[in-house]
Structure formats: C-alpha cells, structure tokens
C-alpha cells in the first residue's frame, strides 16, 4: 500500500531547549484510520504542527502523498485537512462564511454544492446563517469539521476530536470519521480516549517523550502485547496461594476470594486444562469461573510505564 | 501563486471592516469632521492664510493623513493580531498560502479600507470648506503609498504584539502624536530654526508635506524627498516582515 504520509528521521527541538521529536520515522497508509496515542507532552501535537505546517521541523523529513511539506508547501498542504483540538473559530461570522473563507484559503474556487454536502453531513445546513459565538459547544467542534473538509482534503488530522463532546456527539463522529474513509480520505486521530482507538483504528502508533514506541495493526497490537486472565471465584477464601500451585502464574485478591491465572494468548496452550485439575486434585472448589483480555488502555498504559 | 487564498483573506478583511462599519467608517469620519469644525470653521475663520491657502483648506491633507495613518496602522494590526489571539491563525499557516500571499490579502484589504476612508473624508472636508487637487494624480498616489506603507508597518505591530494593549500603545503613543507634530495643523516653516531640523526625522512630515504639495503646489520639503522617504519607510517595513516570515517569529515555533 501507498504511504500517504512518511515522516523520515524527524526530530525538533524547540527554543527553549525542549526536545519534542527524536528521530522519528513513520508511514502512514493511503485510507487508513490511524491513532496516535500517547500521554500529556509525548509530541503528539508537535509531530501534527509539523506535518500540518504549524511548526518549523528541526532535522528530518515530512512527505505528504509524495510532496515535501517544506519544498513543496503547496501541494502537500493542499491535501491536509486539520482539525486543531482548540475550538478556534472566528465567533462573529457565521458558518456559512467560515467555511467558504476556509476553502478560499486553500485554492479552491467556490463550491457551494459541496459546502452545502458538508453541512448537511454535519447536521450544520440549518446553521448556516448563524453566528458561531451563537453555537454550543459541540456545534462549533462540527464547525471546525466542515472547514478542515470544505477544501475536500485526502489527508485529515483530528486533534482530539471529541475531546468535551457528549457521547451522542462522539458516536456520530465515529461515523462520519468512517463514511470518511469510506470515500477514500486517510485519518489520523489523536486522542485521549483509547477506547475511541479502540473502536475507529485500524493502526495505532504510541508516541512517548518523543519517541514512537510502536506501531502495529490495532489487532496484531492487542494480540502481541495483550494477554488474557482467568478469574476463579473460590468456594472458601485462602490466605495464601499453596505450594502445590507454585508453578503457575497466580495471584489471590486481597480477600482471598479470587484466584487469578494470566496466560500467553500467544502460547500453544494455555495451561487452563492443567491448572483446573491441579485445582481438583487439592481440592479446591470453586463457584464461578471467567476469562477477559486487556484493554487497549492496559497495553497502552504498561508500553509508557514500561518506558518510564 | 494561490489567488483564490488571497482572495479569501482580502474579502474576509473587507467583511469584517463592513460588519463594523460603525467603527471602520463613521467614527474616524466623525472624529475628523469635528477638526474641520473646530481647527477649520470655527477657528480656522480667524486665522491668516498659509502661503496663500485659507486655512481650513490648508488643514484638509494633514487631516487625511492622520486618519489614514492611524487607520492604516490599526486595521492591519488589528487584522494579523486578531487571529492570532483567537487561535483562528492555524488555519491560514496550515493552507497553501506563502507568506507573501498572506501579507498581499491582509496588508491590502487594510490598505483599501483606508484608500476608502481617506476618500470619504475628502468628500466630507466637501462640506465645511472649498479646496482644490492641483496634481490629482500624485494625490492619488501618496494616498495609496501611504496606506500601503503604513498597513505594512500596522502588519508588524500586529505580529510584534502579544496583549492588547502593546496593539494600541504604539498608534496612540507614536503615531497620533507623529501626526500632530508632523505638519498636519501647520506648516512647519513657522517652527524656530532647531525645531524645523528636529522635525525633519519625523517621517510623517515627508508624507504630509508631499499630500499637501499635491493639493496646493505648497510643500515644507521637496515632494520627491517625500516620495524617496515614504519609499525608504516602506522598505523599512518590507525588511522587518521579510525577517518575521524568514524566522516565524511570532508566527511558528
């Protein structure tokens, strides 16, 4: 596949000193949703400054469908659709004006079918003559939407795109973004919410301190560095996990009801068969019995305590 | 060259100058229309000609250019400032826009607003004195260099500022008095000997004495030593936007 965005060896440092990137490389595929996570200050918004022409970039390079954001402004930019996290809007204007000034700026002649397409898509249309100052919150996040597609960008950034919306809000989001790739646009989306990760992604990269981390496909992610726990609720509380049971991973909750057995997904067995009648064999009853697999926030929370 | 980017900023300005039509037009209108009757009727009437020019009419240039300098100065500043306080500037930086074209729709729709403004302060001073325009078209071409050179020193300042009250104190406290003292009210050859030679650093004296030459053939200094001056301001400004756009400084981290 195509890479539509690639960050080769990019680093900055700003003035003061701070090093934001170091050495980064990363492509990103033509009609991909791609996640970036990672903690408060780990460069998220510095490498989308950067790719988006925000921010001077240090040492490095950023191609964006093949053109040098800096060499070739022009047509990388004019791919990039960007939807900052700030709701920054011009609150006097109103919609209609904002977003026809938004696909103005980047070269396009007016087109008020397609501005009208987008409105529409954004439950916005009724809005059109409105003042933005007029709007609520959530409103003026689709705003910022419709301008970052008024130029009908291939590439879109969303900086934390439902950061403060409702849950209504943010499931409609989920669906534009993918009617979006749908159409071909390649995403790629920051957020806090892993669980929006989770649900959109079909990568994910996680950036720490500056660094990437890892980047994997969301499944092979959660497959690789996932693991999978079986939880027992016992029949009669233990106090301490006996000897007989040493040679397996377990651990018992602090009220020594639930004995809890992590094994390798990965693994040619699980070891569950074996345990269970090393349980039966000691006499160890128990009343209930159920597995779960980590979270995408547990994989991500271990990778950046992993690498503090 | 993105035309349609630079159409978008200058007709985004221009929108706004109409949105706000009260403070873009009508109050510096007023405000002048009240020198033309103060300095111009009321006591402009008790006063001898200067160089053979009544003196309301000797005042309509130096009045034009106050206001177009100020307004100049403010409609840029204000127009770079504003977005970048309301945050609004990341779209413009992230669109395929060169600097250049950013500066052409900001600097122009300012520019024109104060083209419009001096005109209609022209038309206004119409109706408290008579004056005449012996070279039209040099008139016609300081007005707008004037603009021009000013926007473009009005577009630093509002790159320059961080607070809203940096973008006020420099028209408040340079321009405006710069104006005053440059020969808007009188001609500067009734200045003692020391006083006419410290005058002579003040730019806007050049710009005025070069506008009232092309009203009445009268001038404190030469008018191409005005034209050469203003042009030299003009570059000035030009170098100092040319540094920002080349360091992003106020702009980009």
Redesign the interface.
Known sequence: MHSTISVRNLSKI??GGFQALKNINLEIQRGEIFALLGPNGAGKTTLI?IV?????PGEGQVLADGHDIITD??????K?G?V?Q?L?????ETVW?TI??????????ANPAHLEAVLRELSLWDKRNTRIMKLSGGMKRRVMIA?ALAHEPQILFLDEPTAGVDVELRRDMWEMVRRLRASGVTIILTTHYIEEAEEMADRIGVIHKGEIVVVEDKSALMKKLGKKQLTLQLQSPMTTIPPELADYPLELSADGNQLVYTFDTQGDRTGIAGLLRRLSDHGIDFKDLNTSESSLEEIFVNLVRSRT | MNLYGIRAIYLYEMHRAWRTLMQSLATPVISTSLYFVVFGAAIGSRMAQVEGVSYGAFIIPGLVMLALLTESVSNASFGIYMPRYNGTIYEVLSAPVSFVEILIGYVGAAASKSIVLGFVILLTARLFVDYEIQHPVWMVGFLVLTALTFSLFGFVIGIWADTWEKLQVVPILVVTPLAFLGGSFYSISILPPLWQKITLFNPVVYLISGFRWSFYGISDVSPMISLGMTLVFMLMCLAAISWIFRTGYRLKS
């Open positions: 700003y003035d400054s988006c022409g925000l921010v001077n402004f022009r047509a990388a930019r004019a990039i960007l900052p700030e920054t809007t011009d609150s006097f004006n026809g000034f938004s696909r103005g700026l980047f070269g396009k002649p301008k």
